[in-house]
């Protein structure tokens, strides 16, 4: 293999960047994908009764919970032995996961046990998940310029929202194409096969990436922790808080004001299945444009703020934008989704190094694994369930809105008064010199 051409960044190498941060593609495209198919995966594995789709969200509720614990376990093993190892193994059985999953037997064929076997597969892509975006964060921030932190480390999020991308379009072109019939039958199985095929091509990609310079550093002063999760609760506890407060938000505004509202729109009869499904895409696009532009601002104006502002718009805006997708004209939904998707956007593009940035290079990796993933289980597989859950309940179809308006508020005195994380200017640009 031919080596990566190298470039001044702390030590990395162009291309170990680039394929860090295209590498959540992969994780972003599976797990959305469930999401944009829960009506169709309802029919093909729970039988299309009444409460199927109520099982279909509760499955990718409970896989969710394991994504705490495959990011302890990879926080662990990055923490330990190196990120480049960490990342390489969790795209491995990201593939595994996938590729199973598109070989599945159907309800028709094997009974409820279809819908176990889905649920199992679900658990160990969550697991896998776990460690992917908060290794690839970590990677990025520590081998970013100080000031150029919040614009490459927010291509993390940039990047997993390619993936959604690529999930709602293929997703779209499937439903576009084939007759309810042929979809059920067999037309499911084609994006599964599709996002198989890109993690085994990001896993081979990755091979070729360099260790994070931080990491070396660490071994080269042997400061790294012997127990990295240990090390994180010890010293670290006001930097999980407001790690957990983040990614609360980032998790609410991404799972309730993007991948749920497809589901949102069919089941509230707002858009048909394939409307739905193509308005997503237009809220991706929508999403990678925003996220470079909000870390960017970050890095001029400090994560702090650039949160802070964010935190005010969640209380105001999302309730409005569940309303107008209720009563409006598809238009006004477009419109209203792509308010919710950029907003979600801004909120992932800063959490990302402001997260990152809450701990040192030791044990920075469990430190994610304990906040990030701890608040994304509660704040992202749970929310859509729940949200189904409660407008069937209530009748209230504005009610999304309002849950993620709560956790703003919630989370707001937190980002009030957290410390600023951005490097300081003059740090920043000797830095920059000295790269």
Same mark, same amino acid.
């Given at each position: 293999m031919r080596p @990566? *051409?190298?470039?001044?960044?702390? !030590?990395?190498?162009?291309?170990?960047?680039?394929?860090?941060?295209?590498?959540?593609v992969v994780e972003w495209y599976d797990f959305t994908l469930y999401l944009y198919f829960t009506t169709v995966l309802s029919r093909v594995f729970f039988g299309g009764g009444e409460n199927s789709l109520l099982a279909?969200?509760?499955?990718?509720?409970? =896989?969710?919970? /394991? $994504?705490?614990?495959? %990011?302890?376990?990879?926080?662990h093993v990055g923490d330990r032995i190196g990120r480049r190892r960490t990342l390489l193994l969790s795209m491995m059985l990201m593939t595994m996961a996938m590729l199973a999953t598109a070989l599945l037997p159907d309800y028709a064929t094997i009974g409820p046990a279809a819908g176990v076997l889905l649920m199992l597969l679900r658990c160990l892509m969550a697991f896998s998940v776990g460690g992917e975006y908060t290794g690839v964060v970590a990677y990025l921030l520590e081998g970013a310029r100080a000031e150029r932190r919040g614009?490459?480390?927010?291509?993390?999020?940039? =990047?997993? *929202?390619?993936? &959604?991308?690529? %999930?709602?379009?293929?997703?779209?072109?499937?439903?576009?194409? /084939?007759?309810?019939?042929?979809?059920? =039958?067999?037309?499911?199985?084609?994006?599964?096969f599709a996002g198989a095929a890109l993690a085994g091509g990001v896993w081979i990609a990755r091979s070729a990436m360099e260790e994070s310079p931080d990491f070396l550093r660490q071994v080269a002063q042997r400061t790294v922790p012997d127990s990295p999760l240990r090390h994180t609760l010890a010293h670290h506890r006001p930097a999980l808080l407001r790690t957990f407060a983040i990614s609360a938000l980032g998790s609410i505004t991404y799972y309730v004001g993007i991948t749920y509202v497809?589901?949102?729109?069919?089941?509230?009869? !707002?858009? %048909? *299945? !394939?409307?739905s499904l193509g308005l997503s895409t237009l809220a991706a696009v929508a999403v990678i444009l925003v996220t470079p532009l909000a870390g960017a601002l970050s890095d001029r104006v400090g994560r702090k703020p650039v949160l802070v502002w964010l935190a005010v718009a969640s209380v105001l805006l999302p309730l409005a934008m569940f309303g107008l997708m209720t009563d409006g004209a598809e238009a006004? @939904?477009?419109? %209203?989704?792509?308010?919710? &998707?950029?907003?979600a956007g801004g909120v992932s593009a800063v959490g990302a190094p402001a997260t990152a940035e809450q701990f040192p290079g030791e044990g920075r990796l469990s430190g994610l694994a304990l906040g990030v993933t701890v608040a994304t289980a509660i704040f992202g597989g749970l929310t859509p369930f729940l949200a189904e859950l409660l407008i $069937?309940?209530?009748?209230?179809?504005?009610?999304?809105?309002?849950?993620? =308006?709560a956790v703003a508020l919630v989370v707001l005195p937190v980002f009030l008064s957290m410390p600023e994380t951005r490097p300081a200017r003059q740090a920043a640009n000797e830095a920059g010199a000295t790269s």
């Open positions: @990566i *051409e190298k470039q001044a960044t702390s !030590g990395v190498s162009r291309g170990s960047m680039v394929i860090a941060a295209l590498s959540t279909t969200l509760a499955g990718f509720a409970i =896989a969710y919970g /394991m $994504r705490p614990l495959g %990011a302890m376990v990879f926080g614009l490459i480390t927010s291509l993390a999020s940039a =990047a997993s *929202e390619i993936g &959604a991308l690529l %999930a709602v379009a293929l997703s779209a072109l499937t439903v576009a194409v /084939m007759d309810a019939a042929d979809l059920d =039958a067999w037309g499911w199985r084609i994006p599964f497809p589901t949102f729109l069919s089941s509230s009869g !707002g858009l %048909a *299945e !394939g409307h006004t @939904i477009a419109g %209203a989704a792509i308010v919710l &998707a950029c907003l $069937r309940s209530t009748g209230w179809n504005a009610l999304p809105g309002a849950m993620i =308006a």
